[in-house]
């Protein structure tokens, strides 16, 4: 089975300063992994997702996460953040087949002016 | 850009009631699923669903829910008998292939009193 452990519940950050919000997962298989963003009162909103090829995964937003196999993590960045970027992260991941996702308990992301 | 359509937004519902909660998936995808998100939790599995048929549910999903594609549009979670402790946020997604990301609906809030 797979599984997903997002380190932190809470970051907040300045406007316009980087961040990094960390996922670490833990798999017998290979996965596939996500990042999805959702708004106050909204759904869920797919930022990224890696599947295989570059480690290095550009999504929207000005987001970008990388996958590393070794530390079996996959950490969100942004180099300089808005206060528009105020939401609820989640990792995820699923298993080749892709019938079903396991979540993170999510990062709450909160931008400060 | 295509969505998941869900209906109602918000439904509340006296405990042991039925509910019916609808999606609309996007029109050329061909599996289906649902989620739930607890207030304050993580986004949970509850169901997958392709060829007309359940391929996958989790521990939450027992007797009391089911699925239903009664027709080429719509795709429904039903709940028979409402507890207090479903109130959560349901999220039905869609995905064409199964294992590159779902889209995601912007979810039905129900609240059981």
């Known amino acids: 089975a797979q599984s997903v452990t997002q380190l932190d519940s809470q970051v907040p950050v300045f406007e316009e300063a980087p961040v990094e919000l960390r996922c670490n997962y833990s798999s017998s298989v290979s996965v596939y992994l996500f990042w999805y963003v959702q708004y106050p009162n909204q759904g869920l909103q797919l930022l990224l997702k890696y599947l295989s090829g570059s480690t290095l995964v550009k999504g929207i937003n000005g987001f970008e996460a990388e996958f590393n196999k070794s530390q079996t993590s996959f950490h969100l960045r942004k180099p300089s953040v808005h206060i528009s970027d105020t939401a609820e992260y989640f990792c995820?991941?699923?298993?080749?087949?892709?019938?079903?996702?396991?979540f993170g308990t999510g990062t709450s992301l909160t931008v400060i002016p | 850009e295509p969505e998941v359509t869900q209906t109602p937004s918000h439904q509340v519902t006296q405990m042991g009631q039925e509910v019916i909660l609808r999606c609309v998936p996007i029109s050329n995808h061909l599996y289906f699923y649902w989620y739930r998100q607890i207030l304050g939790q993580k986004v949970e599995f509850l169901v997958s669903?392709?060829?007309?048929?359940?391929?996958?549910k989790s521990e939450i999903f027992d007797d009391q829910f089911s699925v239903e594609r009664p027709d080429g549009s719509n795709f429904t979670l039903k709940i028979r008998s409402t507890k207090l402790e479903d109130s959560a946020m349901y999220f039905c997604?869609?995905?064409?292939?199964?294992?590159?990301?779902?889209?995601f609906g912007s979810g039905t809030r129900l609240t059981v009193v």
């Open positions: 669903f392709y060829n007309n048929e359940i391929s996958e």
């Open positions: 997604a869609s995905s064409r292939t199964g294992n590159y990301g779902y889209t």
């Open positions: 995820a991941v699923s298993d080749p087949t892709g019938n079903q996702f396991y």
